[in-house]
């Protein structure tokens, strides 16, 4: 407060000091928080912050969508991982500050929608307005002498006629001497439930977070997937779900099938894939032809075809002839000519445990002496692998991902001049001898796999009602016009009856003499041709009542 300024100090309560003029108390500190969080632009604000605070995690790979692409880029950016993990950018949705945004975000429209609510839930309940002074002064407004009729009739008249094309009318006007209605009520109905949408939405996504799971898993052709939890690669539970919301089923890839794009600036992309499957529930065995964007749905569970790719079907013998591994390994591709990329581990393999680390060309092709894949369908599939023996940490007692190798305790085998590692080419049904009777290995067919997304969205049916509804209460809101109409009527001292009738567009832009014209029809009709003398219509607010045919008694 400066030295001139003389107003009071606020009081205090008992025993408190005084404050000073501005001063904000507790009670005041928090009214003022609560209107700023509760304002459409902090709304706005916090939306924007969201929708940025969301650009992570869909550049980042986040451990609750693919694991395994957290560890790769870990291991490719040593330094930023670190630091990425103290920000929580590999679980970005999970995050403190992502959450605080979130539930502010959440506090805001709620703080916002719920007045709005309430006051166009009193706004459909209105009653129309009484009639303003000057009705000469509307955008819409016409006069009428009306012969042999008294004012009470020309307003019961009215009423009927307004009653009839459905339009509400105010229940009491001031002295008697005007009809007041109103329709468009269903444009205060489309935003109120605008508005109650928008929190059955919040519901049911909020729902959906608390209660739902989102799972994924690669299925090979030919085995068999089973709905628990230590089935899947990667699983993302909501902080309410439990295991026993799983349904009991279990699913079979039988085939799957691709067609690709030979032509054009896009050959060599796959324009649709489909996987035959087969489930089992309560005991009964189903088909169904699983494809993107039609998704199986058993029970509350919804089965999703998301991915696919290729697993080489490979045989290792150790060096006592056993078999130490065999069967489709599943290599991950990395990019879109599908040259992927796998781990083998023999575990069993005797005298030493044996590891394989390579790619798979689909169709392979020298360029220039480089190794390529040309074609993305397995037309010329091969194998390149190179071999690790020793600890592969397998007996260790630590979880290891089944697409990648632990070598910090293994060592490599290399050729015979020690320079180059040893490296397997594989085409099908090709055989290599390993080097030191170490045993064999044997590159037997390649099978399809698919990855498949397993979810359940509890709130999903309550959001999409949200959504439709809101849909609808928009369109009411923008396309019903709401329209206010008040008649006057007066005798004019001359044995006649002067009636006004004045229009008023709420929404702005709308065409209001088809209206006025209808409506003075209906007037004139009550007093019949012969006694009936319309004034000349005005649409101008700066018209005179002479000028607009009116008797200015």
Excluded at 120 to 131: L, T
Excluded at 195 to 208: D, E, I, P, T, W
Excluded at 461 to 469: E, R, S
Aim: include cysteine; hydrophobic fraction near 40%.
């Amino acid at each position: 407060m400066s030295a001139t300024d003389t107003r009071p100090s606020a009081p205090a309560p008992s025993g408190e000091p005084p404050r000073r003029a501005g001063e904000l108390g507790l009670r005041e500190l928090g009214r003022w928080t609560w209107r700023q969080l509760t304002s459409m632009r902090t709304a706005l604000v916090l939306l924007l912050l969201l929708a940025l605070a969301a650009v992570p995690g869909s550049v980042i790979p986040q451990s609750g969508v693919d694991a395994l692409a957290v560890s790769r880029w870990k291991d490719e950016h040593p330094t930023l991982a670190p630091v990425y993990e103290r920000l929580d950018l590999f679980s970005v949705y999970d995050s403190v500050w992502f959450s605080a945004i979130y539930i502010l975000l959440m506090i805001s429209l709620v703080g916002c929608i719920l007045p709005r609510t309430a006051a166009y839930a009193r706004a459909v309940r209105a009653q129309p307005p009484a009639a303003p002074r000057r009705l000469d002064r509307l955008p819409g407004h016409r006069a009428v002498r009306l012969e042999g009729v008294e004012p009470e009739a020309a307003l019961e008249h009215a009423a009927a006629v307004l009653r009839r094309r459905r339009y509400r009318l105010r229940s009491s006007d001031q002295r008697g001497e005007a009809v007041s209605a109103e329709r468009g009520y269903l444009r205060e109905v489309g935003n109120l439930l605008f508005h109650v949408s928008l929190l059955v939405v919040l519901a049911g996504f909020a729902v959906g977070v608390l209660f739902g799971y989102q799972g994924a898993v690669i299925v090979v052709k030919g085995t068999t997937f089973s709905n628990t939890v230590s089935s899947y690669d990667d699983l993302d539970p909501g902080s309410r779900f439990t295991p026993a919301q799983l349904d009991p089923f279990t699913m079979t890839v039988d085939d799957f099938d691709v067609t690709w794009l030979t032509k054009g600036s896009s050959a060599g992309t796959a324009r649709e894939f489909v996987a035959d499957v087969s489930y089992d529930l309560d005991g009964e065995t189903r088909t169904y032809p699983l494809r993107v964007n039609h998704p199986l749905t058993i029970g509350d569970t919804d089965v999703f075809l998301v991915g696919h790719g290729y697993a080489p079907v490979i045989t290792v013998r150790d060096g006592e002839g056993n078999v130490a591994y065999s069967g489709p390994t599943v290599f991950l591709p990395q990019d879109q000519t599908f040259l992927s990329f796998g781990v083998v581990k023999a575990g069993s393999a005797r005298p030493q445990q044996i590891g394989l680390d390579g790619l798979f060309f689909p169709t392979f092709s020298l360029v220039d002496g480089d190794p390529v894949t040309v074609w993305p369908d397995d037309l010329d599939p091969l194998v390149s692998m190179t071999l690790w023996t020793g600890d592969l940490g397998l007996d260790s007692g630590v979880a290891q991902s089944v697409y990648a190798l632990d070598t910090s305790n293994a060592t490599q085998v290399m050729r015979a001049d020690g320079e180059q590692p040893f490296r397997l080419d594989l085409r099908p049904g090709e055989t290599v001898q390993l080097p030191d009777d170490l045993g064999s290995v044997t590159f037997e067919d390649v099978q399809p796999w698919v990855r498949v997304q397993v979810s359940q969205t509890p709130g999903k049916f309550v959001a999409l009602g949200g959504v439709i509804a809101a849909l609808i209460g928009l369109l009411g809101s923008l396309f019903i016009r709401s329209r206010r109409v008040w008649v006057r009527a007066r005798p004019d001292g001359a044995g006649a009856t002067m009636v006004d009738v004045g229009v008023l567009e709420r929404a702005g832009g709308g065409d209001v003499e088809d209206v006025l014209d209808a409506l003075v029809a209906d007037l004139t009709e009550l007093a019949g041709p012969s006694s009936s003398s319309p004034s000349t219509a005005t649409s101008d607010s700066t018209t005179s009542p002479s000028e607009s045919g009116k008797d200015p008694a």
